[in-house]
Nanobody, 114 residues
Framework: QVQVVESGGGLVQAGGSLRLSCTAS????????FGWYRQAPGQQREMVAI???????NYADSVKGRFTISRDNAKNTVYLQMNGLKPEDTAVYYC????????WGQGTQVTVSS
C-alpha cells in the first residue's frame, strides 16, 4: 500500500513563494507519474502540474511560468515550486502518485493574501 504525504503549505502574501513537497512511501517501485492538483472552496479539483517518470511535465495555463514541478525518483518525492503567487492560487493542494492506480494525499492548504 502506497502512502502519500504532502507538506509545505502555508500563508504567504501575493507575489511570494512556497515550495510544496510530496513523498510516496510503501513501495519499492518508482512512481510512474506524480501530479499536483488543487481545489478551492466551492470549485472542482483541477490539475496544476504533472510529471512523468522520464521528467516530462505539463502545466495548467494559469500557472505556466510561475510554478515548476520536479521530482527525485530515488526518494519517490515530487516538488512544486510556486513563485509569483496570487490570491487566486489559494486552495488545498493535493498530490497524486500513480503506480498501477492513483494514490492521493490528504492535501496541504495554501493561502495567498492580497
Amino acid at each position: 500500500q502506497v502512502q502519500v504525504v504532502e507538506s509545505g503549505g502555508g500563508l504567504v502574501q501575493a507575489g511570494g513563494s512556497l515550495r510544496l513537497s510530496c513523498t510516496a512511501s510503501g513501495s519499492t517501485r518508482s512512481i510512474n507519474r506524480f501530479g499536483w492538483y488543487r481545489q478551492a472552496p466551492g470549485q472542482q479539483r483541477e490539475m496544476v502540474a504533472i510529471i512523468s517518470s522520464a521528467g516530462t511535465t505539463n502545466y495548467a495555463d494559469s500557472v505556466k511560468g510561475r510554478f515548476t514541478i520536479s521530482r527525485d525518483n530515488a526518494k519517490n518525492t515530487v516538488y512544486l515550486q510556486m513563485n509569483g503567487l496570487k490570491p487566486e492560487d489559494t486552495a488545498v493542494y493535493y498530490c497524486e502518485a500513480i503506480l498501477l492506480r492513483a494514490y492521493w494525499g490528504q492535501g496541504t492548504q495554501v493561502t495567498v493574501s492580497s
